[in-house]
């Protein structure tokens, strides 16, 4: 069975003007350029998406400007989470009117829910609305992990279908993957780290939800259908030639040096909003080097000058 939301998803960046209103215009040319890149789906208005700075007026624009710039067939996956129950419930309802596919759902974060208490929140939200619906599993952002059990419960609700797995380690994704050997279409398994995709594949993944597809799109779906394909040795060659690129995006906090790296391969964006600050001239200078070891810098900069 097809993964729902194809294999390479990108948590699209928010582009912003130089007074950091939000640039409508750009973030829909920035979303055309992802699909044409081979993007399959796009997050709007996720972490990476700068959305806790984002205002609800601001996330039902995205939601319904990025529907409007992609084509029908690609989905867009609203970030309607948080962390509270009722205003999740009235933005995914917000998004599915502005012609969301889907939502993606981070767990509840600071507040520090148990496992039933997260449990019981997913499910009222997916009682409430008609998206199918994408977990967001990232403790290190949440301070809660969503635990394999938990998953493979809320696997049996219709419109749960996948989730998003940002783990420090394989283990406990591969304990998802074996409670649902028998149904494995119940769940579909996304790496949430750009870095594990190759691993959460051999552990039952599907696809990835990436910061890196902003540059390395075509590469993430070439190893991704290598791998598929039985070709691991191809799938490991363009793992390791984009593995620097892929750590250096976050040697600080996302988005700023996604946005940098747009911004280098002839697609700026704008800035990003407090409390987060553009990237410093070291980690530019840093970052270049690693856009060019990816291939993807000169052939980018040529690509823009010959429009």
Do not use: W
Request: charged residues 20%.
């Amino acid at each position: 069975m097809r993964p729902p939301f194809g294999r390479v998803v990108t948590a699209m960046v928010t582009a912003f003007k130089d007074n950091l209103d939000l640039d409508l215009p750009r973030s829909k040319e920035l979303a055309a350029r992802l699909i044409e890149q081979g993007n399959d789906s796009l997050v709007v208005c996720g972490t990476t998406g700068e959305s806790p700075t984002l205002s609800k007026d601001e996330k039902k624009a995205l939601f319904k400007g990025v529907r409007e710039a992609i084509p029908a067939n690609a989905k867009v996956i609203a970030g309607t989470g948080s962390n509270d129950t009722r205003s999740t419930i009235e933005l995914s309802k917000a998004a599915a009117d502005c012609g969301a596919d889907a939502l993606l759902l981070v767990s509840p974060y600071y507040n520090k829910p148990t496992q039933d208490m997260q449990r019981r929140h997913f499910l009222e939200i997916a009682e409430a609305t008609t998206l199918p619906i994408m977990l967001y599993n990232i403790p290190g952002r949440t301070a809660v992990e969503i635990a394999p059990e938990t998953l493979a419960r809320l696997a049996e609700h219709p419109r749960i279908v996948a989730v998003k797995q940002s783990l420090p380690d394989v283990d406990p994704i591969s304990d998802l993957a074996a409670r649902l050997v028998e149904k494995p279409e119940s769940m579909f398994i996304y790496s949430g780290d750009d870095t594990h995709t190759l691993s959460i594949l051999s552990a039952g993944g599907v696809g990835v939800v990436s910061v890196a597809g902003h540059v390395v799109g075509p590469q993430m779906r070439d190893m991704i259908e290598h791998f598929e394909a039985g070709r691991i040795n191809e799938a490991r060659a363009i793992h390791l030639k984009i593995f620097p690129l892929l750590k250096g995006l976050f040697a600080t906090t996302n988005p700023v040096l996604v946005k940098a790296a747009l911004e280098l391969v002839g697609f700026p964006v704008g800035g990003v909003r407090a409390p987060l600050y553009g990237a410093s001239q070291a980690e530019i200078s840093t970052l270049k080097p690693l856009l060019e070891q990816a291939g993807v810098l000169c052939s980018a900069s040529q690509s823009m000058s010959s429009r």
